[in-house]
């Protein structure tokens, strides 16, 4: 015996209401790509304790020698956190001597800064 399926069907009784796009542009892919690195690289509490502490070094540098025991960690661990935040270009390493200083790129905190002021959202009569 054939089997019966029955089909939905959709009738529309006019065209359907749609809120109107906005003006602006879509961010481009790379510099979205970009960003989205950044914000996963601040994704971890550790990582956004040493932006903040190299943030607010008052010689605007900070040796590596004196990061683990500021967040007690191994040097190890923060090794990796440090090349994380390096590679989304929030800091830039230079060596001296044994030693590694590193320096926020104030650069990359415009960007994440810039974009964090997004307008607010609008609100709208028409219920969109």
Same mark, same amino acid.
């Given at each position: ?9 959709? *009738?529309?009784? #006019? ?5 109107? #796009? ?6 481009? !892919? ?5 960003? &989205?690195?950044?914000?996963?690289? /601040? +994704?971890?509490? *550790?990582?956004?304790?040493? /932006?903040?502490?190299? +943030? ?7 040796? &590596? ?6 967040? #007690?960690?191994?040097?190890?661990? /923060?090794?990796?956190?440090? !090349?994380?935040?390096?590679?989304? #270009?929030?800091?830039?390493?230079? !060596?001296?001597? !044994? ?5 926020? /790129? ?10 964090? &002021? ?11």
């Amino acid at each position: 015996m054939p089997q019966v399926t029955e089909r939905a069907t959709q *009738t529309h009784a #006019g065209p359907e209401e749609c809120c109107a #796009g906005t003006d602006c542009e879509m961010l481009p !892919r790379e510099p979205a790509e970009d960003l &989205a690195n950044v914000f996963k690289a /601040l +994704a971890d509490p *550790t990582r956004v304790r040493l /932006l903040q502490y190299l +943030a607010e070094s008052a010689s605007g540098t900070t040796c &590596a020698c004196h990061l683990p025991a500021a967040l #007690g960690i191994t040097q190890p661990t /923060l090794s990796f956190h440090m !090349r994380k935040l390096h590679d989304a #270009g929030l800091v830039e390493r230079d !060596r001296r001597g !044994r030693w590694v200083h590193y320096t926020v /790129l104030p650069e990359a905190l415009d960007r994440v800064r810039r974009f964090l &002021a997004l307008p607010e959202r609008r609100d709208h009569d028409n219920g969109c």
